[in-house]
């Protein structure tokens, strides 16, 4: 029997993680399942980044390179996501964006693979990747003499790792249906193939158990503003495996990855380690409200870390899949995620069948008015069928609970039941993060 | 005769300018010379990243990026600063890192360079040159096949100018003697000898006037941080000339420099102008603190504007040489700057003579004890004749008054005099930014 709502209120009082949703301030009448996109506002934020703006830099100025850290920030968070990804400290730091750590850790690895195997010369990564990935790799292809190729299906994957493959790209948790990667397994099969594997965590990093170390990864980049909490646009994270960190320059060499930064001397001499992979300046404010972020991941650390978020977002999930076919499948709701969930990230996606597949933009305008923020993704409006719009749902167990699932399918059956998304005002169109 | 502290502060009363100091909450008993290395805080940017922390990221959440405008943000400040640097609106985006961007311009530059004449093969910028900006050329030279050549001394540069440069990459106002490059003049200079230019504006935007469209200058980047009030490692600048901006790609070909970022295509299509230098997502809290900083600028349009803002940064300089040669000559101060004022930007720099050739770390360190903010730079400890030590005094004319001046003068006198510098703890080393 399908669960009601007073089951989830049990299950909301039987969570011994609930607690670690007062880290944050919630908007009244909001259920937020987007925290997949961006991450919500910590507590502790406001006044961090209040205390960074009017004391560290208005008050001690300059100073505050040193005496408030500010030069150390880069690694320090990065030491601390370090224990969400499964690398150790001085592994991995913060800088710029996950599009541009892309950049170096690409570029590196294309220099390796020039080295070591000049005959590959392909880039492998999913059609379906995030497009700032493909872009980045477009880029560098065109620069190395490789070539990117993309493939439109997981089963496209095994053929994929031939004597030809310099470096396998792949974003562990696809962005739009929510399907994950076998770090371990897959990382294993490249290997076996010749290749070096690059893993984007930007759907990873916070939201599920991690282990770069253990799978014997060799590059990884993540998003701060997802499940990081670190705020909007907030500086990503890269790390390198060490063995292969000092072997190559990474082109994007500003005075912050040099090894003596502070005596500007003219010729670039890398720094030891993952610090080559600093640029320029970071950007404080931004990296400090990061590191707030983070805390609150690694809150959950005293009840159980990861692997404790991971079973919530796991049973999150499967009761938000349960409910949704049970009250919205006779209405036209699909389900456009993996059912399976250890081959599923922290979201699931919807999709709506036919007569109503082009409905799916209204739908989540509908849900939005009514206070549940989720996200819209295009298809293909050429076919459909195989790529439908998705109404994509992110599950956060820090701060999501059980009850607010039950009430968000709630809505979801009333806007479809009611067909309160015909309405004009939510088929205006606008831009979509 | 030797200008009083009266007659100083009758030029504060006279002073027009004046009322922009109440921009800032500025420490009290500080007299801050390092604004050409962090900017100070103004005062309306702790509560507008308040407001964006808590209304627009806490409670609108994701749709902030179109209901607040985040994603027009770098567009809408890169305008102001193109008031500040004569360009036009929609020709400078604000983005990343004064590094990056010029990664980003030089490899533009670099690809024009190859495509127009591809005999040319050097990059020729200046030794002394800020150490990123030669990181940067070292790292595309490797890549493109090119050669960084620097020069010692300006005297070198008419030389330079010859059939094998490619790009002449200077920064107009050098980070360490303050010496100004003629933008207009050289610019006319290394287009008569058929190369580009890229200027770098990391101490020029905000501190003098600037006219790219009247030098013909084809890329210009600079830093968000200094003269510009933004605030730590807030974001830079880029300009390209709009002849060349769609020339080709920039290779940080992030999905924000897409030409439609939110359909999420697969292949890269580069946005029409200025927009390809975008990268990735733009760090938010930071750009909309920039956003306050470059405000406080553009405040004293209404006063005379930059043109004001500069004659008042000569006066204030001038002052300061004028005081501290003949308060500190016999003390063994000297003045290492250039004492034209046109060949100098909003800075002006101290050595001192032998003996106390050595002594410069620890005079500053007392300076700083005394509330007197500059900052110190290393000679080559090999050759101090040639490359001094030097004490380093920017004179910020939003904020700064003739009284200060010469109380800072007074506080280096007394330093010397007392032989104050010579105390023990001015002369822990500690790192210095």
Not at 46 to 74: C, F, H, Y
Not at 111 to 132: C, G, H, W, Y
Not at 370 to 397: K, S
Request: with cysteine; aromatic share 8%.
């Amino acid at each position: 029997m399908t669960r009601t709502r007073q089951d989830c209120q049990v299950l909301d009082d039987e969570d011994t993680l609930r607690e670690l949703r007062h880290q944050f301030d919630l908007p009244p009448g909001v259920i937020y399942l987007d925290g997949n996109s961006l991450g919500v506002l910590p507590r502790a934020t406001a006044s961090r980044v209040q205390e960074v703006m009017q004391r560290e830099w208005g008050q001690d100025l300059i100073k505050s390179w040193n005496t408030a850290g500010w030069i150390d920030l880069p690694g320090r968070i990065g030491d601390k996501i370090g224990r969400l990804i499964g690398v150790k400290p001085g592994e991995c730091v913060v800088a710029d964006s996950t599009s541009l750590n892309l950049y170096k850790v690409l570029s590196a690895a294309l220099q390796m693979a020039r080295a070591d195997a000049p005959k590959r010369r392909l880039i492998v990564s999913e059609r379906s990747n995030f497009p700032t990935d493909l872009y980045i790799a477009e880029s560098l292809a065109r620069q190395h003499g490789a070539e990117l190729k993309l493939i439109d299906s997981v089963d496209e994957l095994p053929a994929a790792l031939n004597g030809d493959l310099a470096v396998l790209m792949l974003t562990q948790v696809n962005y739009r249906s929510g399907f994950m990667h076998d770090m371990a397994a897959v990382t294993a099969a490249a290997h076996a193939a010749g290749a070096l594997v690059i893993w984007d965590l930007a759907h990873s990093a916070g939201a599920h158990e991690v282990d770069l170390s253990g799978a014997r990864a060799d590059f990884a980049v993540g998003c701060g503003y997802k499940y990081l909490n670190g705020g909007p646009g907030a500086p990503a994270f890269v790390w390198v495996n060490p063995k292969h960190a000092e072997r190559f320059w990474q082109p994007l060499s500003g005075w912050l990855g040099h090894a003596a930064p502070f005596q500007f001397t003219p010729n670039y001499q890398p720094a030891p380690g993952i610090r080559r992979y600093i640029a320029g300046t970071p950007a404080i404010l931004s990296t400090a409200a990061l590191e707030c972020g983070v805390d609150t991941v690694l809150a959950a650390e005293a009840l159980g870390g990861m692997a404790a978020l991971r079973k919530k977002s796991v049973a999150l999930c499967e009761l938000f899949i349960e409910l949704a076919e049970a009250r919205c499948a006779s209405l036209g709701i699909r389900l456009s995620s993996p059912r399976e969930a250890s081959q599923r990230g922290s979201q699931v996606c919807l999709s709506l069948a036919a007569p109503l597949q082009e409905a799916g933009y209204a739908v989540m305008q509908a849900l939005i008015a009514r206070g549940v923020i989720g996200d819209f993704r295009a298809g293909d409006p050429r076919r459909l069928e195989q790529v439908p719009h998705i109404l994509r749902f992110g599950f956060t167990p820090l701060y999501i609970g059980y009850a607010e699932v039950f009430d968000a399918v709630e809505h979801l059956h009333a806007v479809l039941a009611s067909e309160e998304w015909r309405r004009p005002e939510f088929h205006q169109q606008g831009a979509v993060t």
